[in-house]
């Protein structure tokens, strides 16, 4: 089955700086990529998502890149500002609406005020 | 309603005892699916049902789990003689074919 792995599992920003986060997966043949927010007590929220068919997607100050060759995937926040302090998922599955997905481990966003 | 509802937000079961975790997913929503979090990981895979019919549970970890969505809206996931492992949030979602999951605030069950 698939494997996501998710670097770094925390990372901490001053507010205004950028943070990246990245995806590397295995199977060849997923196709959809969402990134997720999850604050605390609450379930994970979609942020951005990206298929395979683009190389990048853009939504005001957040970004995902994908490089199907290399298998990886990247999440970008610019401007950082502390209420994008959560824990960060990514996934990757082959349908995104009839299949399960495999999500990353998560990174602890800090942005310091 | 305008979001997946999931009771009860937190249970505490003895060792050995049954729980039923409800979800209740948004209005018209095809898809569901239950997500198993431990504490500091990502969500995995338990099941997946489409409308009433359960079509994939290559994620329930053993034969004391087990879930339905007998008129393809609300549903149950049970656990049966729980144990220390179980402990986690149970997460439920659901999606409409077009948008993507939409989840639920999870159910933080905890064994002891």
């Known amino acids: 089955g698939e494997n996501v792995e998710q670097h770094p599992s925390t990372l901490s920003v001053q507010e205004g700086d950028s943070a990246v986060i990245k995806c590397t997966y295995s199977?060849?043949?997923?196709?959809?990529f969402p990134w997720y927010k999850q604050e605390l007590g609450k379930g994970p929220q979609l942020i951005i998502d990206i298929r395979s068919n683009v190389g990048e997607k853009k939504d005001q100050r957040i970004a995902v890149t994908l490089n199907k060759t290399a298998k990886h995937f990247s999440l970008h926040i610019t401007e950082t500002q502390p209420e994008d302090s959560a824990v960060y998922f990514c996934?990757?599955?082959?349908?995104?609406?009839?299949?399960?997905?495999?999500f990353g481990s998560g990174t602890k966003l800090n942005v310091k005020p | 309603g305008a979001g997946v509802s999931q009771s009860p937000r937190y249970k505490v079961a003895k060792r050995g005892q049954d729980v039923a975790l409800r979800c209740d997913p948004i209005s018209g929503h095809v898809s569901l699916f239950w997500y198993q979090q431990a504490l500091g990981q990502g969500p995995e895979f338990l099941t997946y049902?489409?409308?009433?019919?359960?079509?994939?549970k290559s994620g329930l970890p053993s034969d004391r789990f087990f879930a339905e969505r007998p008129e393809g809206s609300v549903s149950t996931l049970k656990i049966q003689r729980t144990q220390q492992e179980d402990s986690a949030v149970y997460l439920c979602?659901?999606?409409?074919?077009?948008?993507?999951?939409?989840f639920g605030s999870g159910t933080r069950l905890t064994v002891v």
């Open positions: 199977d060849s043949a997923s196709n959809y």
């Open positions: 996934a990757a599955t082959t349908n995104y609406n009839f299949n399960k997905f495999y």
């Open positions: 049902f489409q409308n009433e019919a359960q079509l994939d």
């Open positions: 979602a659901s999606s409409d074919g077009i948008g993507g999951y939409t």
